[in-house]
């Protein structure tokens, strides 16, 4: 990423839990299975998709899956776990933790 390697270890991550244990969010884009929860929505250009949160309390992750394509969209909210990368922020007060995904392309999920 711009020249730097990122180690795997801190790239991949097997849940939304094992993320939400890291002492501090990745400042550079993360893979990770998630869970859809609900059926997609259009939000502002974009469908998107809420996944499972973490079962931690500190910090809560939140992700979503956001995608221009409706195909792809409905593809994902039918499957039970997929693999995507995103990169995930705190909010204002530290809290919680966004993890939005975005794909353009097929390519970029693994549907399981």
């Known amino acids: 990423m711009e020249g730097r390697t990122i ?9 939304i839990e094992d993320l939400a244990l ?25 469908y998107a998709i809420q996944c499972y949160k973490t079962e931690y309390d ?3 992750i939140i992700p ?4 221009p394509d409706k195909k792809i969209a409905q593809s994902i909210s039918e499957e039970v776990e997929v693999l995507v990368i995103g990169s ?3 909010d204002k007060n530290g809290q919680f933790v ?3 995904l975005y794909i353009n392309n097929k390519v970029n ?4």
């Open 64 to 67: 979503r899956i956001y995608t």
């Open 88 to 90: 995930p922020y705190k």
């Open 7 to 15: 180690r795997w270890s801190s790239f991949f991550y097997e849940n």
């Open 22 to 46: 890291k002492n501090s969010m990745p400042k550079h884009p993360v893979a990770v299975f998630v869970c859809p929860k609900d059926e997609f929505v259009f939000k502002t250009n974009a």
């Open 58 to 60: 500190n910090p809560i």
């Open 109 to 112: 999920i693994l549907q399981q």
């Open 98 to 100: 966004n993890l939005n």
